[in-house]
């Protein structure tokens, strides 16, 4: 009841402010509902293709982050740090590739032993061969 009198107090463009004001607050709060209606199905039927999108503009944002932060360190005057990620992982690779060789060639050697049979080699001292031979021999032997 209190509220009825103070209305009828009002002036006239106090009135004209306060029914604008509803209006304008009616038709901010019906187009907030069909945005939010319109949003929500818009969502529905293309989540997969905003999903792609998406995805693409988060890396394409952070690539654009990495070389902005590396375009101010070089500006800065500071070297970019050694890839010590990339050098232990060359590190590791080389050794199981060293490795992987060396076991292999244990393994070809030890299968080269088995299926090559033993030759019995005899060694010819040169000075306790044929002395008589050595005369006619092409190639001469100091023995002084």
Same mark, same amino acid.
């Given at each position: ?29 019906? +187009? ?26 988060? +890396? $394409? ?31 590791? $690779?080389?050794? +199981? %590739? ?9 393994? +070809? ?16 001292? %040169? ?13 001469? %032997?100091?023995?002084?």
């Amino acid at each position: 009841m209190l509220g009825t009198n103070l209305l009828k107090h009002q002036s006239k463009p106090e009135r004209i402010a306060d029914q604008a004001w509803e209006y304008l607050t009616s038709a901010v709060n019906s +187009a907030g509902d069909s945005v939010k209606y319109t949003a929500r199905s818009a969502r529905r039927t293309g989540s997969h293709l905003t999903s792609n999108a998406g995805d693409r503009v988060g +890396a $394409v944002t952070d690539e654009a982050r990495v070389r902005a932060g590396r375009a101010y360190d070089a500006l800065a005057g500071r070297r970019p740090g050694l890839p010590w990620g990339w050098l232990i992982g060359a590190g590791l $690779v080389g050794a +199981a %590739v060293a490795w992987a060789a060396s076991t292999a060639s244990r393994a +070809a050697l030890a299968r080269a032993e088995r299926e090559l049979p033993a030759h019995d080699v005899e060694f010819v001292d %040169v000075d306790r061969a044929n002395p008589v031979d050595r005369t006619s021999s092409p190639v001469r %032997v100091d023995t002084a």
